[in-house]
């Protein structure tokens, strides 16, 4: 049988670059590390812009992941989301249309998605309005039979979690992204990619 070919375009922040790893491969290289390639061809190429918001991602995710697509491969696009929208005074109502016009955009080209939410901050009042953000993402993702895995939920009081962001000045290092990584691979990625999970 002819291998498959898959190619994953990746769109998010500085999270998505890995920014503050030490291994410099942030939760994506993670994950793609533990992505089996024996029956199935796995290309990626990840598109991180700092500080990016929906706005932005709504913006560019089309020209720049429709570069590396191609008609004889399998294409799929990666969302890592931030909370950047909150800095920006976007409301929650504005989020979701720029989120739910990616998805359908990219429903429109046959291309599966995979949603990966904001992950929580050590800010109480910063996590109340994240929280919020995130439960709008998530349902916007669902409703249109996309996947979406909720990193907020259960980081916002793992201890390992909030030791890592307090030790790199707010953002993850190698355990937060490890933590990220491990919650993508057992919340539907090789579902989504229609592989075995591996033992």
């Known amino acids: 049988m002819e291998d498959r070919k898959l190619r994953i375009a990746a769109v998010g922040d500085e999270l998505l670059a890995g920014l503050g ?59 890592g989301l931030s909370g950047r929208d909150l800095e920006f005074g976007l409301s929650t109502a504005r989020s979701r249309l720029n989120l739910a016009n990616i998805l359908d955009g990219a429903s429109h080209s046959s291309v599966e998605v995979f949603v990966v939410g904001p992950p929580p901050t050590l800010d109480p009042a910063r996590n109340k309005r994240l929280a919020e953000l995130n439960t709008a993402f998530a349902d916007v993702t669902t409703r249109r039979n996309h996947h979406y895995v909720d990193t907020f939920s259960p980081l916002l009081n793992h201890e390992q979690w909030r030791t890592d962001l307090a030790a790199n000045g707010g953002t993850p290092g190698q355990a937060g992204y490890g933590l990220i990584a491990w919650l993508v691979l057992h919340r539907g990625w090789f579902q989504w990619l229609n592989i075995a999970q591996p033992e």
Do not use: K, Y
């Not at 500080?51 to 991602?57: A, Q, R, V």
């Open 21 to 79: 790893d030490p291994r410099a491969l942030g939760w994506l290289g993670r994950v793609l590390a533990r992505t089996p390639q024996d029956a199935v061809v796995v290309e990626s190429f990840p598109l991180p812009c700092p500080m990016e918001g929906t706005e932005g991602l709504a913006a560019r995710w089309q020209d720049e992941a429709g570069r590396r697509f191609s008609d004889t491969h399998e294409n799929r696009l990666v969302i």
